[in-house]
């Protein structure tokens, strides 16, 4: 790829925002993975029980 | 079908005599056709290239904006989860509730608009097709806002959100109306298709409306 | 399918494969950059903005791609009553907006060289936009309804009449761009695509299909844990 090309800045730019915005959702989604994870470490530190048997998950939230 | 009868009259009466929704409607639709020409400027030229588009595009607001009204206050007083209980299927409700709409609002607007055309100099061999048009394309804009009002129904913000949700559902109504209004000048191979497409979106959506409404509503009476 | 109805048993497939996915994302990313930006020649027409076909392309087919996989899940959980379907769906949401986002982005960032406009309503970037309205309207549903059983209940529908309007939207889009533009309009694609520009297209499709699994995986995961810890909570304030 030539950097010297006419309209090289819009494909920079392209790219770019591109990696921005990936980067984005990969760290929103880490972030959210781990903020459950220690609250579930917690939880179960402070001793509540982790449910033995696995059930169907209900609808809620 | 008494009970349908009955449902209809009775939200007639109601939007006569309160003035809310349809009044809202009336307002709105004035509002844009007398404010376009003022903010667009007096090009009479231009204003004639854009008269059809400009008149569907105010159609289309004032009936999607003036229809979050028709279950709210069913919703509020009670009546409407007495309707999900009642002899006739919560769909003929919707169906009943979204014909009142299209007659109070919708209809009334369609036939208005193309008389108003003059003021934003629409030509005066378009009146016809854009009545025609517009007529066809309420039904579908009438149900589609009834869609609209019954998935926000109890919801404290809604209005942002049936924007939201039924404008992606206007655009193909707005895209066959215009091309349908521009009639004869469009030439026969272009009004004609259009023409029928509109009324095909238009039967679609007297199936397929009430179906997902009265789900809608379903949901929010549980 | 029933199998994976049991959370628990998602949650180990999950972490089974998740390691996978991963790897082959960022491998195949790996060979679809080298690809597109070192190996691929710049278009005879175009020049090096051809390039941005490696981003845009990708992303407008995951746009579509997952509102598919939205409007599918939303199907089963009418259909099926699978637990996980609407939470598939919810998840899905915020991933195919961001990938909307960018198809509309790097569109308009192809197009201002190729056109000279930052925008054009043609069927292409109309049809994205629409699709995004679509993303923000299920996601603003979620967010409105307060009691996520009744959520689920309404985003299902707003799903499936959205995925119904994409064709209806794309044909319309045609139509009024066949009658408004009766000179040749430029494909975005250009006139035919050579082998050299379609196998890291081709990669890089598949790279951002194996970043949206990923991505996708994580947050049932966390969703799944999210629902968990919340009935752990009630049943801890209950016991204490």
Known sequence: MSFAAEHIGFVIASYALSAIVIAGLIAGHILRAHQVERRLKRLEDAGAPRRRKATEVPNEQ | MKILAALIRRDLTLAWRQGGGVGTAAGFFLTVVVLLPLGIGPDQVLLQRIAPGALWIALLLSVLLSADSIYQTDFEDGSLELMTMGPAPLEMVVLAKAFAHWLAAGLPLAILAPMLGFLLNLAPELVLPLTVAMVIGSVSLSLLASLGAAVIVGLRRGGVLVSLLILPLYVPVLIFGVSASRGALAGPDIFAPSLLILLAISLVALVSVPVASAAAIRAYLK | ?240
């Open chain 3, 1 to 240: 399918m029933q199998k994976f109805a049991n959370p628990t048993r998602f949650l180990r497939l999950q972490s089974a494969i998740q390691p996978w996915v991963v790897a082959a994302t960022i491998v195949l990313f790996a060979a679809g950059l080298y690809s597109g930006l070192v190996m691929a020649p710049p278009d005879y027409q175009q020049g090096e903005t051809v390039r941005i076909m490696f981003v845009h392309v990708p992303a407008a087919w995951l746009a579509l791609m997952i509102y598919s996989i939205m409007a599918l899940s939303s199907a089963v959980a009418i259909v099926f009553r699978h637990p996980l379907a609407d939470l598939a769906a919810k998840t899905a949401a915020p991933i195919g907006a961001a990938f909307t986002f960018l198809a509309l982005a790097t569109g308009s960032l192809w197009g201002k060289p190729m056109w000279g406009a930052w925008w054009v309503w043609d069927a292409g970037l109309t049809s994205m936009f629409v699709l995004f309205l679509l993303y923000l309207g299920y996601i603003a549903v979620w967010q409105a309804i307060e009691d996520p059983a009744r959520g689920a209940l309404i985003a299902r529908i707003v799903a499936l009449v959205g995925f119904i309007n994409i064709p209806i939207i794309k044909f319309s889009v045609d139509w009024w761009n066949s009658l408004h533009q009766p000179a040749s309009v430029f494909r975005i694609d250009g006139p035919a695509i050579h082998s050299s520009i379609l196998i890291p297209l081709l990669i890089m499709a598949t790279a951002y299909t194996m970043l949206f699994l990923a991505l996708h995986l994580s947050a049932m995961r966390a969703e799944i844990n999210a629902r968990k810890l919340r009935q752990m909570e009630l049943a801890h304030v209950g016991s204490s």
